[in-house]
């Protein structure tokens, strides 16, 4: 006799991923049960709240880039506040926090010519810049590309490919609004678990660390936090939405998950996708003093204060400073990517809040003292050191353009794919490439189950 509950389909992880997929499998009648080793759904969705600030932290994903239409329905349909992300930019060059109205020309003039270049073989971006803008006319372009690619896509410039960073910068060329969710980012998570209609089961505090899959059959090994109870999960198909640095991870590292047979037909792709480093701080001050003329001697009389939004400066150990304008919040995010921030990340909290404090005044063309005086507290986490992340988003490496849609490929119509990895249309790194590809796998697995 079949058991009512036992599921058909198990999600490995309850990120926008995993949780978009069981929605879908949910909707079509499928039992789902979605296995999450941290003790919240989310996963690298990460929302703090305070009560005495308005709105919250975020400490993972934060910005809507464009309108994806897939995405913009959860945010409607949970009737979530969304603000313009207002995409000022100023740069702190010579002294001077200045505005760039070549900013985006400059660095467009680099990234431009990326299209042409992903004609050719591919080739790392650091080749790509000594080959193409080595020269001394193009000394300030090249300095803002290589913050820019180091920093938001969390690559070494030596690393990543230019193939992938083509795809991803034409996707972001379509989308080249931000905005942010007001309510959280974690409300998007809740929504896909219990806002519309029967939730899925997610059981948390269970880290899977093996899968025995055959055609047809997979059974997930997993235990409790305390690595000593354990459990069993048998159904049909599994979806895997681990990140790339957990499923590339080592077998012994903390949350690895063994497959057996091992997944050697995702070995190539897992070897061209890098997972990403990224410091974000996250400082709270006593007040909006950026926003006040007489505080900040390093801005240029053109630049309102009241408008400053993205504050690049790339020679600083924080390259990339960025506030909370439209809601108005005493907040202000220091984000550090690529190999700057992985040095960062090995800094004790008190070095590294000391280092950011540091470079900040030097920014604003305060001292140091000043600027701490004003500190209420101070918040990060490190995406690279959690064992159920590894990393804080993926990049292609050289030769690794069509390695998430290899990786995304299902094997044997039973084990499938998803995570913003696998992420279809150089949508990777992103909530909606996420989103988007937990959609996908569920489709895959509803046509597979219809076949047997």
């Avoid at 702190?92 to 985006?104: A, I, M, T």
């Avoid at 678990?193 to 090994?221: D, F, K, Q």
Wanted: hydrophobic share 45%.
């Amino acid at each position: 006799m079949t058991d009512s509950l036992a599921p058909e389909v198990l999600v490995l992880g309850a990120g926008v991923a995993g949780l978009a997929a069981a929605r879908v499998l949910v909707d079509a009648g499928r039992r789902v049960l979605v296995l999450e080793a941290r003790d919240r759904i989310g996963g690298r969705v990460l929302t703090q709240r305070r009560e005495d600030l308005a709105t919250p932290i975020e400490l993972g994903a934060e910005f809507v880039h464009g309108t994806p239409a897939e995405l913009w329905a959860v945010l409607d349909a949970a009737r979530l506040r969304v603000v313009d992300a207002a995409e000022d930019h100023v740069t702190f060059d010579g002294g001077r926090l200045e505005e760039r109205e070549d900013f985006g020309g400059a660095l467009g003039a680099v990234l431009g010519a990326l299209d042409q270049e992903a004609r050719g073989p591919d080739r790392s971006f650091a080749e790509f810049l000594d080959a193409r803008f080595a020269d001394a006319a193009h000394a300030d372009a090249r300095r803002l590309a290589a913050s820019y690619v180091e920093g938001f896509h969390a690559a070494p410039i030596d690393d990543v490919g230019v193939h992938g960073l083509a795809r991803a910068e034409g996707a972001a060329s379509g989308n080249d609004q931000a905005f942010r969710v007001v309510d959280g980012y974690d409300r998007v998570a809740a929504w896909l678990h219990e806002g519309a209609g029967a939730p899925p089961r997610v059981r948390l505090r269970t880290v899977a660390h093996r899968v025995r899959w055959s055609a047809g059959h997979v059974r997930v090994e997993a235990h409790g936090p305390d690595a000593r109870s354990e459990s069993v999960f048998d159904a049909a198909a599994c979806i895997v939405t681990l990140p790339v640095g957990v499923l590339a991870s080592r077998p012994d590292a903390d949350g690895a998950v063994a497959f057996e047979p091992p997944l050697d037909a995702k070995r190539d792709a897992l070897a061209r996708i890098g997972a990403g480093h990224v410091t974000r701080v996250v400082l709270r001050f006593r007040r909006r003093f950026w926003e006040e003329r007489e505080y900040v001697p390093a801005l240029a009389d053109d630049v309102d204060p009241l408008q400053l939004s993205f504050v690049h400066a790339p020679e600083q150990p924080v390259p990339v400073w960025w506030t909370q304008r439209a809601l108005r919040t005493p907040l202000l995010v220091a984000w550090i990517g690529g190999p700057r921030g992985a040095a960062m990340a090995a800094l004790d909290r008190e070095a590294l809040t000391e280092r950011c404090i540091a470079s900040l005044a030097t920014t604003l063309g305060r001292d140091p003292a000043d600027v701490r005086a004003e500190l209420v507290d101070v918040h990060t986490h490190d995406w690279s050191d959690d064992p159920f992340a590894r990393g804080a988003y993926s990049y292609a490496r050289v030769g690794g353009a069509d390695a998430g849609a290899a990786l995304a490929r299902p094997l044997d119509d039973t084990l499938f794919f998803a995570g913003e990895a696998t992420a279809a249309g150089g949508n990777t790194g992103t909530v909606h490439g996420a989103l988007l590809s937990g959609q996908r796998a569920a489709r895959e697995v509803l046509a597979a189950l219809g076949r047997r």
